[in-house]
């Protein structure tokens, strides 16, 4: 019985290697091309003190993509708030001027990197996301500003 069986398994096998044999010499072989997605800039990713930084030497856009209800702890000064699952995102953010650098931050730095990522594939060069979001930035001690009192905004 064991002979049988494995006879039948060595036939199989023959089958099946013979049955994938080298087809290709007689078949042509087609190149399909298709086209290519490349970012054309990158993002980094900064500790609050190196954001801080860049934003004094570098000025640019500063975005706020949390929600306009999560902002009661305060933001960034002059930073736009526009929530990144927003229905005007996209349209808020392609008002931007792409050649200028775009500083993005949320509560705790997990939205921000979607942002980014989103930005770049609308065209931004330079983007920049807070490690840990406006959280760390206000554990540095970093000001903020009550978005109540900011006018135009929002």
Do not use: H
């Not at 003190?49 to 856009?61: Q, R, V």
Request: glycine content about 10%; some cysteine.
């Amino acid at each position: 019985m064991k002979k049988l069986l494995v006879g039948t398994l060595s036939l199989m096998l023959v089958f099946v290697v013979n049955s994938c044999g080298d087809e290709g010499s007689t078949q042509e072989t087609t190149t399909v091309k298709r086209p290519v997605s490349r970012k054309i800039g990158t993002f980094k990713n900064l500790s609050a003190a190196e954001f801080k930084e860049l934003l004094t030497s570098k000025p640019g856009t500063i975005l706020d993509v949390r929600e306009v209800d999560d902002v009661s702890s305060g933001i960034i000064d002059d930073a736009i708030v526009v929530g990144l699952y927003n229905e005007n995102f996209n349209e808020t953010i392609n008002s931007f001027e792409k050649s200028k650098p775009v500083y993005v931050y949320d509560e705790s730095g997990s939205l921000s990197v979607i942002a980014a990522k989103t930005l770049l594939s609308n065209g931004f060069s330079e983007v920049y996301s807070l490690i840990g979001g406006i959280t760390s930035w206000g554990m540095e001690g970093f000001e903020l500003v009550n978005p109540n009192i900011v006018k135009g905004k929002f």
